[in-house]
Structures are given as structure tokens and as C-alpha cells.
């Protein structure tokens, strides 16, 4: 079963507006279990049906090779993933690529 993060509208319920990532209380992004986990949370934390109709659950793509936290897909025009452990975004595979290993990341 692949992680999923949730995303929602920053302004609230409204068409093509940007999109935020949902928090947890550290203000990391809260990654859970499965879309049915993430709807159940949501829904005890208070969420209506009619708010998650517009929130967006994306199910993990991948593995980071730098630190091996799920990878999701990136909101960024042009780029294809990201991982939220290193705070960064991938244009594709290279996210796989060990040379892409930073020492200071370590
Ligand atoms: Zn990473």
C-alpha cells in the first residue's frame, strides 16, 4: 500500500487555486498510511465530505535515493517529484541517481 499526502486548496473550497500540502503539528508534511487512513483522519479532525471532493490524496512514486523516504508527485510545473524529507524536487529519475548525494545530506 503506497503513502499518501494530502493536498488542499489554500484558500478553501475554490476551482484552480493553488494548492497546499497538509501539515502535521511539526509543520512537516503529514504523510499517511493510505488514501482510506488519510479520508478517516480528515473526517475526525472535522473535514466534510463536500472539503475532501476538492482536497487531492497523491499515493507515493517512488523511493528518495537519498534517504529513502517515499517520493511523491511535485506540484512545480516541470518537475515530476518530490521528496519532502530532503525538501526538494525531481525532474525524473535523477532522483535515483546516487551521484545526486550531497555530503552535507548525510
Ligand atoms: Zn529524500
Redesign the pocket.
Known sequence: MSKVVVCRPVDGITINSEMEFLLDDEDCVRIFDNVEDAKKILSDAGCTDEEMEHMKFLESCGV??????P?FPSLLPGYKYQ????D?DFYSFE?MKSEEVKPDEL
Open positions: 528518495c535515493a537519498r534517504c529513502k523516504s517520493l521528496c519532502f524529507t530532503c526538494e532522483a
